[in-house]
Nanobody, 124 residues
Framework: QVQLVESGGGLVQAGGSLRLSCTASGRPFSSYPMGWWRQTPGKEREFVAA????????FYADSVAGRFTASRDNAKNLLYLQMNSLKPGDTAVYYC?????????????????WGQGTQVTVSS
């Protein structure tokens, strides 16, 4: 059974930083790319960032490229998202999942298994 637990969200002023963490279990962590998605009320969940199995390659949505950095620690089954220069438009609930890339799009591997997410609120 896949279990995903996100943490590290909070309230921050525009221009500030936060570091999100995700603990993933139920599958061999180091065998899967991992990703971050975010969702605001009334909108579809959107891709934010992904990191390859080794952690060497990272991928970002255009809206966060240059500000966010995804990384992972395979020894601890942990995924991270360092978010800098935050904007009010980054306000959302952030989720992690195992990831896949059929073509050019990053999708959650287990779309029926999500954690509770962590709320990020950026004030102007």
């Amino acid at each position: 059974q896949v279990q995903l637990v996100e943490s590290g969200g909070g309230l921050v002023q525009a221009g500030g930083s936060l570091r999100l963490s995700c603990t993933a279990s139920g599958r061999p962590f180091s065998s899967y790319p991992m990703g971050w998605w975010r969702q605001t009320p009334g909108k579809e969940r959107e891709f934010v960032a992904a990191v390859s199995t080794s952690g060497i390659r990272t991928f970002y949505a255009d809206s966060v490229a240059g500000r966010f950095t995804a990384s992972r620690d395979n020894a601890k089954n942990l995924l991270y998202l360092q978010m800098n220069s935050l904007k009010p438009g980054d306000t959302a609930v952030y989720y992690c999942n195992f990831a896949r890339q059929p073509g050019s799009t990053w999708l959650p591997y287990f779309d029926d298994s999500w954690g509770q997410g962590t709320q990020v609120t950026v004030s102007s």
